[in-house]
């Protein structure tokens, strides 16, 4: 892997990861199409803890908030605090993956289930989007229902911040917690993530990559994943979900007829 490849990889990752359009699909798509040798899983680390990072430094003052009032004026209730709702709704997209994620490696990741997944949960994304009334709050329940609908990420294309975004339109939520919630959602799961990959690479064996490769996927990552988060906060707050719907289905065309 070449320097232009890195940086194209730790743009697109950083681009994707946050919005609701499937970073994996994009990864396997751009090194398809270009013809690239896999990366290899010390790069991909290296850009998901970019991208961890960013999440991280966009919503300390959150995190912080979490850790010192753990249950969010709620009364004595602790099954009702961010931190425990965070912790719940990562559970199930955890054991799936542990569960599941070599048989989705094998069998889910060709351009046709990318096409399909693009469209479908692209509408599905629309028809929240339309439908949510936007008054309720977030609960253990819907947090639950967003951690099992997460489990649907595990496929490529399906998008885990589109797929949590989706269903927490369809409990109600509103745009802007719906998507703050799936961000930090998007902790744990990374860290999940990142710990089942280093444990693989451990069993592996590690490969001959260069550092500065490594430096410069995730420095790119996180500058790029910190900004697109910002962006997409403001942007659907005044837009909605339309566009990112738009070139969902669009993106499953030109798969459908291209590869």
Known sequence: MDLIQALILAIIQGLTEFLPVSSSAHLILVSKVIGWNDQGLLFDIALHFGTLLAVLMYFKDDLIRMIKDPIRNRGKNIMQSDAMILIVATIPVVIA??????????????????????????FLLLASDKLSSGRNKLTLQIGLLIGLAQILALIPGVSRSGITITMGLFMGLGRMESAKFSFLLAIPVILAASVLQIYELYSMGFSDISYILLISGLSISFVIAYYTIHWFLAFVMSIGMLPFVIYRVALGLVIFALL
């Open 97 to 122: 993956g542990g569960l599941f994620n070599d048989w989705i490696e094998n069998n889910l990741r060709s351009s046709n289930v990318i096409a399909s997944t693009s469209i479908i949960f692209g």
